[in-house]
């Protein structure tokens, strides 16, 4: 904003601005415990360790990285490749067939080899949400063993 009356001026009113958009954050959290009965960080993703909102932001960037959203006459939403898009998804089949080739495998190699890797993730992923669980299952006896012991 620049080191000027005006620029001074603007950044006391963009941090009145964002602190009263803070306060009705606040205000939603409150609201929020109300109507459910429960703390905020036992209902929101953004206070668990867990991988929802990584997945989230990589789909979201991903998808953007290929299709657009547009609005026309007949649709409200309408999803469509862009020309980016389809040069980068032509781009991505290349380097992938060279990069099979380079290896000397076969696209059928390739397949099997990316169906075992996908069934490995699988796995992985159940075993970790398992890990989760009972972790998240051993917390919450942790901290409910003092309201239990009160009652």
Do not use: C
Not at 103 to 122: R, S
């Amino acid at each position: 904003m620049g080191d000027t009356a005006t620029g001074r001026k603007a950044m006391r009113e963009a941090e009145i601005a964002h602190g009263r958009w803070a306060m009705m954050g606040i205000t939603g959290f409150a609201a929020w415990e109300k109507l459910t009965g429960h703390p905020i960080v036992e209902n929101s993703m953004f206070f668990h360790p867990n991988l929802l909102l990584p997945a989230l932001v990589v789909g979201y960037f991903g998808f953007n990285w290929f299709y657009e959203v547009e609005s026309s006459d007949q649709y409200v939403f309408q999803v469509k490749m862009n020309s980016e898009g389809e040069a980068r998804a032509e781009n991505l089949k290349m380097r992938l067939g060279y990069a099979a080739e380079e290896a000397g495998v076969a696209a059928v190699d390739a397949t099997e080899k990316a169906t075992t890797y996908t069934k490995i993730a699988v796995e992985t992923y159940k075993d970790l949400k398992q890990k989760y669980e009972k972790i998240t299952d051993d917390y919450t006896e942790y901290s409910m063993r003092n309201i239990k012991e009160t009652k």
